[in-house]
């Protein structure tokens, strides 16, 4: 607060230098000004931080994009395997030479034709009836469209995993600012009580000097805890899009909730069939094997069909039908070890997409492993943390109860008031500890968009 006002001076003292000189006409201005309404704070769950984060978060939006960006990709490969139909029309007026055609006019002719008028109307149609190669990149196209999309649910369970994170801080940050106003209240109380004693003649100066320290620590320890707080509501509101200035309100408290994860082969059975990142790099390996079978389709031959119909004539109103329908094949016999060189490299790619198939398996089982771990010893710690919270409370009692009969000084009081502010953030930190292990196996095992909130009230 002391330096909130020479700021304040400072920028009245601004306002006015730079406002409009002396004997400039100035419009009238109200003698009080209008008080700008405060925003009121929004009520935000865990479920409205994970909803807007989802909406927000640029991975997520990234992710989205990419989904799309495959989806056209495979819709242009689909298209090589579909009719093509084009509608052409032309009119011409030209003049020809029959020896261009080998063909020799009649004695004392010449061999030049025209000019005359050529009015033509055309439908084309081009079909694919065989091609392997086309065939398995459009295969490859609509695998990489599922990587895609599996792409796109990792990149939401680790949104929701990152916004649940954020959350749950800042209520661990709450709850620690209002331990700070207890335990100041705690000890603005003991400075009372000593200086009550001190006054009577039982207790000496050193007493009261002694309960004034620990009120400066706990004041201290609260302005750390507010800062600490604000900090973790900006990063909460960075994650889930809302604008810094915008003020909010946490809704759900998390309380404590023990969860049974059941066993170890059971999670890492579900992860390995739930966890996007696994699903999107089978469906890579998948698109690298429609690859590999495609620059091997690109050395067979190919047939394609073509065809058009159309009128042509001198003019428009005296034209004929025609029409013309070939078949083509190609055979490649030579082309400079091209196909053999994709071969090599599209292979190259199945077998780097099998090696992150291994690690990414080996990866993932050690998350679960971790995870679980993680949890069982965070639920110990909570019921830790919550029996020696209730036992230095008690201390707490017995020391203000001994201080005040006279058998015993402050110390015994400042020290046990120590003792339960480290009670408070050890059962703080171990329960967010607890919530974030759930939230870190809802993520291991690939379930963080469906399941977080309910691994969070202890529901699997």
Do not use: W
Request: net charge neutral; with cysteine; aromatic share 2%.
């Amino acid at each position: 607060m002391t330096t909130s006002t020479p700021r304040a001076v400072f920028v009245l003292v601004a306002m006015l230098a730079l406002s409009p000189v002396a004997g400039a006409v100035t419009p009238e201005r109200p003698s009080r000004p209008e008080a700008v309404p405060a925003k009121t704070p929004l009520p935000l769950t865990l479920a409205d931080a994970i909803a807007r984060g989802l909406q927000h978060n640029l991975q997520a939006v990234l992710a989205a994009q990419n989904v799309e960006a495959a989806s056209g990709a495979h819709q242009v490969a689909r298209a090589a395997l579909l009719p093509a139909v084009d509608v052409g029309a032309r009119a011409a007026r030209q003049k020809i030479s029959l020896e261009e055609f080998g063909l020799a006019p009649a004695p004392g002719e010449s061999p030049l034709v025209g000019p005359y008028d050529v009015v033509r109307g055309d439908l084309t149609l081009t079909q694919r009836l065989l091609d392997l190669g086309a065939i398995n990149r459009a295969h490859a196209s609509r695998q990489r469209l599922v990587a895609a999309r599996s792409a796109l649910q990792e990149a939401r369970d680790l949104v929701v995993a990152a916004c649940a994170s954020a959350y749950l801080q800042a209520v661990a940050a709450e709850s620690r600012v209002a331990a700070a106003l207890a335990q100041l209240a705690t000890a603005r109380a003991l400075v009372a009580r000593a200086r009550n004693l001190r006054d009577a003649g039982t207790v000496a100066g050193i007493e009261v000097l002694r309960a004034e320290v620990q009120l400066a620590a706990q004041r201290q320890r609260l302005i750390q805890t507010e800062n600490e707080r604000d900090r973790t509501r900006l990063v909460l509101a960075r994650a889930i899009g809302l604008p810094m200035g915008d003020p909010y309100e946490l809704v759900d408290a998390v309380p404590f909730a023990d969860l049974e994860p059941g066993s170890v082969e059971e999670a890492l059975t579900r992860a390995r069939t739930a966890r996007p990142e696994l699903q999107a790099a089978r469906a890579q390996l998948r698109a690298a094997e429609d690859i590999h079978a495609a620059e091997l389709g690109d050395a067979l031959p190919s047939l394609v069909l073509s065809g058009d119909v159309g009128k042509v004539g001198p003019t428009a109103g005296a034209v004929k039908g025609v029409y013309t329908i070939m078949a083509a094949v190609r055979i490649p016999l030579f082309e400079g070890g091209r196909v053999r060189g994709h071969l090599r490299a599209s292979r190259a790619e199945v077998e780097q997409q099998l090696a992150r198939i291994a690690d990414l398996e080996a990866g993932i089982e050690l998350e679960v492993r971790m995870a679980l771990l993680d949890l069982a010893a965070a639920a110990e710690q909570v019921k830790v943390a919550e029996g020696a919270r209730e036992l230095a409370a008690r201390q707490l009692v017995q020391a203000e109860d001994r201080f005040a009969a006279g058998v015993a000084s402050n110390i015994e009081v400042v020290q046990a008031q120590q003792a339960v502010a480290e009670a408070t953030e050890s059962h703080i930190g171990s329960l967010l500890a607890h919530n974030l292990a759930k939230l870190a196996l809802a993520r291991a095992l690939g379930v963080a968009e469906t399941e977080a909130a309910q691994y969070l009230r202890g529901v699997q």
